[in-house]
């Protein structure tokens, strides 16, 4: 296979890019000056040694010079720490935090479940969940905060019922994302206005 092909084969496998995309990316980064592909090239080729995933919220952060384990979200002792929010993704995460209307804490699923799957712990960090569930004594709510789509339910679905038995135990209310959100629609995508709302309107 030829440089243009394969460099387009590896677009195709990013979330959302069909063959046609990719290979506007390759002619793309054909008309840029060497600089710009030297500096995308050196950024992706050293991208893990700047990034760490959050051992409390698994979610992907830049640290900077010095390594740490957790992110500045779950280290920001300000942050109301009754509160946990479940997202799907990172991309998730970022859309919530830029709406600035929630101050708690996340926990990254890192996936959903398809509608058939025979394995749903495989698919998301449902074990991780159950035991930050377990030892983190300030948790008083748990906020499942998952996309409107069938996988988004399934995951909602499942999620609930593997950390009912954990959350009634230690008397820590669920509760999901109210209206507003429409269907079929991922929360990345969703705007601060109708975060805002699902988020008052929880249940
Ligand atoms: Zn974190």
Known sequence: MDALNKLAEYFSKFPGIGPRQADRFV?????????FRKELSDLILHLSDDVSQCTDCFRYFSHGNVPVKVCSTCRLTTRDTESLMIVEKDADFENIEKSGVYHGRYFI????????????????????????????????????????????????????????????NKGIKITSLGRGVSTGTELEYVDSDTIANALSNRH
């Open 27 to 35: 002619f793309s980064l054909l008309r840029r000056n060497a600089n």
């Open 109 to 168: 699923l890192g996936g959903t479940i398809p509608v058939l799957e025979k394995d749903p712990a495989s698919r998301i960090r449902i074990n991780q969940l159950m035991s930050r569930i377990e030892t983190d004594n300030s948790i008083k709510e748990v906020i499942l905060a998952l996309s409107v789509t069938p996988q988004g339910e399934q995951t909602h679905t499942y999620t609930s019922l593997q950390i009912k038995p954990i959350c009634e």
